[in-house]
Nanobody
């Protein structure tokens, strides 16, 4: 199983970026996709998440500016980031719960993390 994040890069304040996270490999299902981020010297924080009921949660600092979405047909979820600020500069990680079945048919559920993609916002 692999989570491949892409779309990070350099943007100016007020600009936009869209992050993508493709879920690939031997999976039966994936749940509760989310984005976290970690800035230098700071703790990792939740940016956005889609719960199992379909509701969406956002970190206070990104409400009204960021939008999380998913495309089940493409096994991909996204983070649209608008009105970027320098304080959005961080490594952004995609995360999702993965369910797969072992060769003997036993279900396995675990949380998988992507490799992180750098977002840098200049003032």
């Amino acid at each position: 199983v692999q989570l491949q994040a892409s779309g990070g890069g350099l943007a100016q304040a007020g600009g936009s970026l869209r992050l993508s996270c493709e879920v690939s490999g031997r999976i039966a299902a994936w749940y509760e996709p989310a984005w976290y981020r970690q800035a230098p010297g700071k703790q990792r924080e939740l940016v956005a998440a889609i719960t199992s009921s379909g509701s969406v949660n956002y970190g206070d600092s990104v409400k009204g500016r960021f939008t999380i979405s998913r495309d089940n047909a493409k096994n991909t979820f996204y983070l649209q980031m608008n009105s970027l600020k320098p304080e959005d500069t961080a490594v952004h990680y995609c995360v999702t719960e993965i369910r797969y079945y072992t060769d003997d048919g036993s279900p396995v559920l675990y949380k998988a993390w992507g490799q992180g993609t750098q977002v840098t916002v200049s003032s």
